[in-house]
């Protein structure tokens, strides 16, 4: 067991160490969102609110809490690159996933072997490592929900309340830097309404009332547009395709950690659901509650499937698996370790294919967007960060708030009556007949703006692209 355990961590220690070379290596975006966010980093850098008037230019919103940000920013003030400085934060955070993750099981394995099994689980889930090694908030807001989770579970065991106050600190951070990081808050407060109800009260109470303060503080902060962007603007529909593609794609990722998490249950039954099975089933409400959002990709599992890996390695402790390794758990074990093993080879492979595409598009593109081309309009979020350093408007999120009434389409409707735009990059030929409905999930325009792009824009290349029918470029008719 120690041999094969010893295998497969050098196995996903070369994982994550392609990972993390990759993430240096690359200079372009890994997710649509990265560039996003980085959008948001580069104004807070520059000594400007990440939170601004919806109404007005950028037409993009800071989705996210202001601590990812502020790090991020900070990186960048001291000269790393804004995709390098994000990454560098969540390697940060994926690093303390995996050490909370030690400590939790630790805390309640029987079995050092145990801890090590979970933190390999949780090292070769491709999901966790890819978010973990992108400039995006995900693996932070997930570092410090398991930090506040350790925090309690330390408080509890070791009958030092005062530790609640860490928990409740970590909650917040995490809160502030995801607002959908709910689960860990749930689990505590769950578990401590079992063990002493006056207390749950005060912990749900006293961190709500903080949390409340330093979000009310950051609204006054930035003229009430972090409310604004960070919690009205990210109501976006719901559909149940996107729920049955989440669904699906959890069960690719963890049925075998499920299976191994499963086997635990009538143990963690005794005297109580377990903590870590209440924190399990936290994070399984919050990821159905959200993943139906129209937009959300699989950044919204990180934490789910940290958890079901700690799970699953409690439950082997639990059937004392690392003492006398029973033949029907380890089966499950040995093929999620090779499951996990290609499935991050897999990402690997597609991460360094897309930064060479990229690349190629973004040359493709210099030939049309010459500084002396002007303002950029853009789907594509990875070239207006290349090219100008900005963008103009997310015209992902852009035509869902038009039609929501936050967003006001005039002012770009009439800089593209004006031509103001230099260049245009939408995902589709607006002077061909449409084959059907449009897809809630492909970045574009109102159609007020496309019938001012038809009337004052010629089309002039179609170029290969992130989205499935590529990149249609138009320049202003002079």
Request: hydrophobic share 50%; aromatic share 12%; proline share 5%.
């Given at each position: ?26 200079r ?35 989705a996210?809490?202001?601590?990812f ?23 940060a ?16 394995a ?21 978010w ?46 995801k ?83 499963a ?41 789910a ?63 049309y ?21 900005r ?8 035509p ?25 990059i ?53």
């Amino acid at each position: 067991m120690r041999r094969g355990l010893a295998l497969f961590s050098a196995v996903v220690a070369l994982l994550v160490a392609g990972q993390v070379a990759l993430m240096f290596w690359s200079r372009h975006e890994a997710t649509s969102v990265e560039s996003f966010v980085a959008f948001q980093v580069l104004l807070l850098a520059d000594g400007t609110s990440p939170y601004t008037d919806l109404r007005s230019y950028p037409f993009s919103i800071g989705a996210y809490g202001p601590i990812f940000f502020s790090l991020s920013a900070g990186l960048c003030r001291l000269g790393l690159p804004v995709l390098l400085a994000g990454r560098i934060v969540s390697l940060a955070a994926l690093a303390g996933i995996l050490w909370t993750s030690w400590r939790l099981l630790r805390m309640y394995a029987s079995h050092r072997s145990a801890a090590w099994t979970g933190i390999l689980l949780v090292g070769s889930t491709s999901i966790v490592t890819f978010w973990g090694a992108t400039g995006q908030v995900d693996a932070l807001a997930v570092c410090l929900s398991l930090l506040a989770f350790y925090w309690f579970s330390r408080s509890r065991l070791e009958h030092r309340p005062k530790l609640l106050w860490l928990a409740g600190a970590s909650w917040i951070a995490a809160l502030l830097t995801k607002q959908s990081a709910l689960a860990a808050g749930i689990a505590i407060c769950w578990v401590q309404w079992r063990d002493n109800r006056r207390r749950a009260i005060a912990f749900a109470l006293l961190t709500g009332a903080a949390g409340l303060l330093l979000a009310v503080a950051v609204n006054a902060a930035t003229d009430g547009c972090y409310f604004s962007n960070a919690f009205l603007a990210t109501i976006n529909p719901v559909t149940f395709e996107k729920f049955r593609q989440h669904a699906l794609a959890f069960l690719v990722s963890a049925i075998f950690t499920l299976v191994l998490a499963a086997a635990g249950l009538a143990c963690a039954w005794r005297g109580g659901l377990h903590p870590l099975y209440v924190y399990l089933t936290a994070s399984m409400i919050v990821l159905a509650a959200t993943a139906g959002k129209v937009g959300s990709a699989l950044h919204y599992q990180v934490e789910a499937l940290v958890v079901v890996a700690i799970c699953a390695a409690w439950s082997l402790d639990r059937h004392q698996f690392f003492r006398a390794a029973p033949v029907l758990l380890g089966v499950p074990l040995i093929v999620q370790c090779v499951f996990g093993t290609m499935s991050s080879m897999k990402w690997l492979d597609d991460r360094w294919h897309r930064e060479w595409f990229l690349r190629d598009m973004t040359a493709r593109l210099h030939a049309y967007a010459a500084p002396e081309t002007g303002r950029i309009l853009s789907i594509e979020n990875d070239a207006s960060l290349q090219l100008r350093g900005r963008s103009e408007a997310d015209l992902f999120v852009y035509p869902l708030l038009v039609n929501a009434g936050l967003m006001d389409p005039e002012p770009i409707r009439r800089d593209l009556a004006a031509g103001r735009f230099g260049l245009v990059i939408l995902a589709e030929d607006v002077f061909a007949t449409p084959k059907g409905p449009p897809d809630p999930e492909l970045p574009s325009l109102p159609e007020s703006n496309l019938e001012e792009v038809r009337r004052h824009y010629r089309l002039v290349a179609h170029i290969p692209g992130t989205n499935p029918e590529g990149a249609y470029l138009y320049e202003p008719v002079r």
